[in-house]
C-alpha cells in the first residue's frame, strides 16, 4: 500500500536522519561521534608498531547527513535532496559553516551541524564578516547581508554579473564591485560610505588588505589599490594579462593572491614586487589560518596545495577533483566542496586524511518514478556529480538499495519493473544497458545500446524495451534473459512507451513521427507525421490517446484509432521535458525547461495547476498509481512529491 500523506510527510525529516557513507558507515546527524569536535583532532605522530602486534584497521570517516528543511516548495509534502553544492565557507570564529547550493543556502553550527537557518537564494558565493556577526551571500546580479546570530537579512545589493564582495577586517565595511566601480558600504549604519571609479572595466572580485586600503581586481587585469582614507589610488599591479577573477589576502596582510584566467600570482603588498607565479586557471583561493599554505581550485584540473614561502606545490592525497569551492577552517583543515561526488570534505591538510563527510546533496536529477505498488521512489542522479541510482522506501525514508560507481558521466533513463524485481538504466558514453536484480542489487545483465539508449519495462514486468546498437528497438524477454525482437527498418529512434496492455509500443523518430508497433511480431500499425521536434510521449491509461511533448513547449494529444492530433495544449515557453498520465487519465502532468510543471484537464484541454518553486528544469514527472502524489526530479538537485487533489 502507498503511504498516506502524513506518512509523506515524516519523510521529510526521515531522509536527512542517516545513511550509508563512501565506505559504509553510517552516523545520525546528532550522534557525538559524528560532530566535528569529536573527530577533527591533530594529525597523530607516527610511531613504530612491534610485529608481533596486530595492526588496527582503517576507521572509517565519519558521514553526517545535514539536516535540513530543504526549502520545500509551497505546496509540497515531501523533498529529497538539497540541491549540489556549489559553495562551501567556514565563519573566523569556527561555529560556524556556510553551505550555498543550487536551490539556497543554509548556515549550520559547525559542533552539532543544527541547522540554524536557511535562505532560498541560490548561491555563488559566501563571505563571513571577520567578527562573524554578519554574513554576504552572491548571486549573479545580487548581493544579500544577514546577521548570523538571528538570521536577519539586513540589506540587498543589486548589480549587473558576478562580483565576488569582501568585508574590512574591522568588519565595519562590506565592499563589491559594481560594473566599472566599487561600492563601499557602512555595515551597521546601512549606507554607501565611498564609491571608486574603476573607469576602464569590470570589477569581478575585491579584498580589503587593511582597514584602510582595498584592493579591486579588473577584467583588463589591473589590480588596483585603494585608500579608503583620501580615496586615491595607491598601487597599480599591472603584471597580469588576463582578466583577474578572484582576489585573497594572508592573514598578516602582506601577500595578495591574484587569480587571473591563465596564472595566479602571489604579490608583496608592501613593495609590490611579485612573489610566485602559478601558472593554471584558477577559480578560488585560500589561506591557511597561518599564511604559510595557499589552496587552489584549479578549473578542470583539482584542488591543489602550495607552500606560500616557498611557492612549491605540495603533493598529497584526497577528493581534489570535481572540486567547486575550498577554504580553510580556523583549526586549520580545509573544507572542500566537491560536485563530482556531491559531497563537502573536512581534510587535513598536511596528510590528506578525511576528517569529516558532510552527504545530503544530489546532482541534476534525470529520473524520479514511483514503483508500481506505491512503495518505493527510484532516483537516478546524473550529470553532474557521480552517478547513481537510488531506491527509497516512502514508508521509512530508509535507502532500499543504492547503485554508484559507474564508468559513464550520465544516466540517461531508468525504470523499475512492475513486480519490483528489477532495474533497468541506459547510460551515456558507454551507451550501454544495465539490469539489475534489486533484492541482491547484482548486476545480471549488460546489454549494447544505442547512444543515450532510453528503457522501458512493459506493463506485466516481462519485457523491457530499448534503443539498441544499430538504430532499433529492442524489445528484451527479462526471464530468459534473450531478445524478443528487433524492431528495425527506422533510424533515429527516439523515446518510448508501452500501451496500458503492453501489446503496442509508440517510439519517436527525429523525423519527426510517431510510430505504433505490434508486438511481439514488430509489424507498424499506425505512423504519423509531427509538426516540431518530438522530447517525450506517455500513453493515457486506457491507451485511446498519446501525449507527445515538443521543443517549442506545446503538447499535443494524438487519438491512437485515428492517428489525428485531437488536442493542442500550450502553457509552457520553452521545451516540454517529460509527461505522464494520472492513473485515472483525466490528468496529464507536464514538465519544462520553463521550471515548472502544469497540470492539465485531458477532456478540456485546459491547465488547472502550474507547480513552481523549482531552480532547474523539470526533467521527471510521475504520478503514484493511487493518484495522490506527482514525483518530479529536477536539475535543480532535487526530488519533490507534491499532493495531487
Not at 568585508?167 to 563589491?176: G, M, N, T
Not at 598578516?252 to 607565479?277: F, I, K, N, P, Q
Not at 586549520?332 to 590528506?352: M, R, S
Not at 560507481?405 to 532495474?423: C, K, L, R, V
Request: hydrophobic share 40%; proline share 5%.
Amino acid at each position: 500500500m502507498k503511504p498516506s500523506i502524513p506518512a509523506i510527510l515524516i519523510i521529510t525529516l526521515l531522509l536527512v536522519g542517516c545513511a550509508p557513507g563512501d565506505d559504509g558507515s553510517t552516523v545520525m546527524a546528532d550522534a557525538p561521534v559524528a560532530t566535528e569536535s569529536a573527530t577533527a583532532t591533530a594529525s597523530p605522530t607516527l610511531v613504530s608498531v612491534p610485529t608481533d602486534i596486530p595492526v588496527p584497521t582503517e576507521t572509517p570517516t565519519p558521514v553526517i547527513m545535514l539536516p535540513s528543511t530543504q526549502l520545500i516548495p509551497e505546496g509540497a509534502v515531501a523533498q529529497y535532496g538539497m540541491g549540489y553544492v556549489t559553495e562551501v565557507t567556514p565563519s573566523p570564529d569556527g561555529q560556524y559553516l556556510a553551505i550555498g547550493t543550487s536551490i539556497g543556502f543554509f548556515l549550520y553550527r559547525t559542533d552539532t551541524f543544527e541547522e540554524l537557518w536557511n535562505s532560498d537564494q541560490s548561491t555563488y558565493y559566501i563571505a563571513f564578516s571577520s567578527d562573524s556577526r554578519y554574513l554576504t551571500v552572491s548571486s549573479y546580479g545580487i548581493h544579500s547581508l544577514w546577521e548570523v546570530e538571528t538570521g536577519t537579512l539586513l540589506q540587498t545589493f543589486s548589480f549587473e554579473g558576478y562580483t565576488r564582495p569582501s568585508f574590512s577586517p574591522d568588519s565595519s565595511q562590506l565592499a563589491y564591485g559594481a560594473g566599472s566601480d566599487v561600492v563601499v558600504w557602512n555595515v551597521q549604519g546601512g549606507y554607501v560610505e565611498r564609491t571608486l571609479d574603476g573607469q576602464t572595466s569590470d570589477i569581478p572580485a575585491t579584498v580589503f588588505v587593511s582597514d584602510d586600503l582595498l584592493a579591486a581586481g579588473f577584467e583588463d587585469g589591473r589590480v588596483v589599490l585603494w585608500n579608503l582614507t583620501t580615496g586615491e589610488i595607491e598601487q597599480i599591479l599591472e603584471d597580469v594579462q588576463d582578466a583577474i577573477q578572484f582576489l585573497a589576502m594572508s592573514p598578516d596582510g602582506h601577500t595578495l593572491a591574484v587569480a587571473a584566467e591563465s596564472e595566479a600570482v602571489l604579490w608583496d603588498t608592501l613593495t609590490g614586487e611579485t612573489l610566485t607565479r602559478i601558472p593554471l586557471c584558477i577559480l578560488d583561493m585560500s589561506f591557511s589560518p597561518d599564511g604559510t599554505i595557499l589552496v587552489t581550485e584549479v578549473k578542470y584540473d583539482r584542488t591543489r596545495l602550495w607552500d606560500v614561502s616557498s611557492g612549491e606545490q605540495l603533493d598529497i592525497s584526497g577528493p581534489f577533483t570535481g572540486v567547486i569551492g575550498v577554504a580553510f577552517s580556523p583549526d586549520g583543515y580545509l573544507y572542500i566542496a566537491n560536485v563530482q561526488f556531491n559531497k563537502i570534505y573536512k581534510i587535513d591538510p598536511i596528510t590528506g586524511e578525511k576528517i569529516l563527510i558532510l552527504d545530503g546533496f544530489l546532482g541534476m536529477v534525470s529520473n524520479a518514478a514511483f514503483s508500481f505498488d506505491g512503495s518505493q521512489l527510484l532516483m537516478t542522479d546524473s550529470y553532474l556529480g557521480e552517478p547513481s541510482i537510488t531506491l527509497m522506501s516512502l514508508n521509512d525514508g530508509m535507502i532500499d538499495l543504492e547503485l554508484k560507481g559507474f564508468t559513464e558521466e550520465s544516466i540517461i533513463s531508468a525504470d523499475i519493473s512492475p513486480d519490483g524485481d528489477y532495474i533497468a538504466a541506459g547510460m551515456s558514453d558507454s551507451d550501454n544497458v544495465y539490469i539489475w536484480e534489486i533484492s541482491t542489487g547484482q548486476l545480471i545483465n549488460t546489454l549494447d545500446g544505442a547512444k543515450s539508449p532510453r528503457v522501458q519495462f512493459s506493463p506485466d514486468g516481462k519485457w523491457l524495451a530499448f534503443s539498441s546498437a544499430r538504430k532499433s528497438i529492442t524489445i528484451w524477454d527479462i526471464d530468459t534473459q534473450q531478445p524478443v525482437i528487433e524492431l528495425e527498418g527506422h533510424t533515429n529512434l527516439g523515446h518510448l512507451a508501452f500501451s496500458p496492455d503492453g501489446m503496442t509500443l509508440a517510439v519517436s523518430t527525429l523525423e519527426p513521427s510517431v510510430i505504433l508497433f505490434e508486438l511481439p511480431e514488430g509489424k507498424i500499425i499506425q505512423e504519423s507525421e509531427i509538426s516540431g521536434i518530438i522530447t517525450d510521449v506517455a500513453y493515457a491509461p486506457d491507451g485511446a490517446l498519446i501525449a507527445i511533448g515538443l521543443n517549442d513547449g506545446t503538447i499535443q494529444l494524438w487519438e491512437t484509432a485515428s492517428g489525428q492530433v485531437v488536442q493542442e495544449l500550450h502553457g509552457h515557453d520553452q521545451q516540454v521535458r517529460t509527461l505522464d498520465f494520472s492513473s485515472g487519465g483525466d490528468v496529464l502532468a507536464s514538465g519544462s525547461s520553463d521550471r515548472t510543471v502544469v497540470l492539465w484537464n485531458v477532456a478540456t484541454g485546459e491547465p488547472e495547476k502550474t507547480l513552481s518553486g523549482f531552480n532547474g528544469l523539470v526533467s521527471s514527472v510521475d504520478f503514484s498509481p493511487d493518484g495522490t502524489l506527482l514525483a518530479t526530479g529536477s536539475g535543480d538537485g532535487t526530488v519533490i512529491l507534491w499532493p495531487v487533489e
